[in-house]
């Protein structure tokens, strides 16, 4: 009886250390493909620019948004390099300066992505408007 | 701890519990909502969507927190063969699966408009999709499965197999670029959430967990009326 136990003990442990390095490796090999967004000094480092879709997040450069008659050009950054992007079509309510965004489209160059679609980043804060006001809420 | 106790002492209380935990669940409930829909501020940024927070954070922790227990249970399960444990752990997944939907729903309607998109393939989002598949098999594999044997043994492995991915979502912000955002409440560090809106999710985050509970000892009460009635002098 009690050896018994033992090699349930010995089943289960062997059982959960190979699904856990499986999907250890499994997620560390698909690193790439995990990443919801690339930020703009990944893009800076790709080896080759994929012709297909890629999304780039970062920060809305603050005073780069520029509208056009129907396209809007701006400039995301993640501090360290930026990208500027340009898309046409409607963007969130949340899209705006000195905001988080992620950008899906095609890459021009490592400086240039033509957006099809843009999404708008939340950050973790939540507060009232009030508390923001008092903060000086940039 | 519950061989301890005789059978018809279990069913009396957890019989007799579930009316104080229904009227627990309701004054609480109704105090959460007040403070959540009507007292709380709105957000600086997402005004009154925030208002979704409530509902949506108290059922991905309840889920989550509900499978951490199937699991270690589930462990006691699958190495002493523990036989009172099984009848915990099947009452518990039900709320705990219905809690992972509603989390998935509320996150779609709240990322709509907030970040334009009703669903995205972040590590998050899959994560918590992966939750609920793992709850979905659990329930299935005791349909499944008529051998009650049997059964138990397989559902406790998909509830110890599932367990590997709690660590994936609770870390699956801080490990990769994801859209969902990262944690407000920080185990170490400020939390980024303001006082007016962290009470009301305390108070919801109670109402669920009393809600669960509610469901569990109502499910666990079909249970043992089923095991009386078959005459099998389980517990």
Redesign the interface.
Known sequence: MVKKVKLRIVFLLSLILSIVLSVYLILKALEKDVVYFLSPSDVKNLEKIASKKVRVGGMVKDKSIDINSDRINFVVTDFKNEINVSYSGSVPNLFSENKGVVVEGFLQDRNYLKAVKILAKHDENYMPPEVKEALGGK | MLNLLSPGKIFEISSKSTKYVFVVFIIVLTIGLTESLFLS??????SHS?RI?YVHVPAAWTSIGIFTVVAFLS?GI???KNKNFFLITKSLVPSGFIFSIIALVTGSIWGK?????WW????RITSMLILSLFYFMYLLSWRIISDQEKAIKISS?IA??GA?NIP?IKFSVNW????H????IKIIGET???S??LIPLGIMTAAFALLSLLIFLMKFNTEMIRIKNKGLDRL
């Open positions: 501020p709105e957000d600086y940024k997402q925030v927070m462990i699958f190495i002493f408009p907030t970040w334009g998109t995205a393939w972040d590590a492995l110890i197999i590997i994936i990769w670029n994801t859209l955002q990262g944690p407000s980024s959430i303001h007016s809106m």
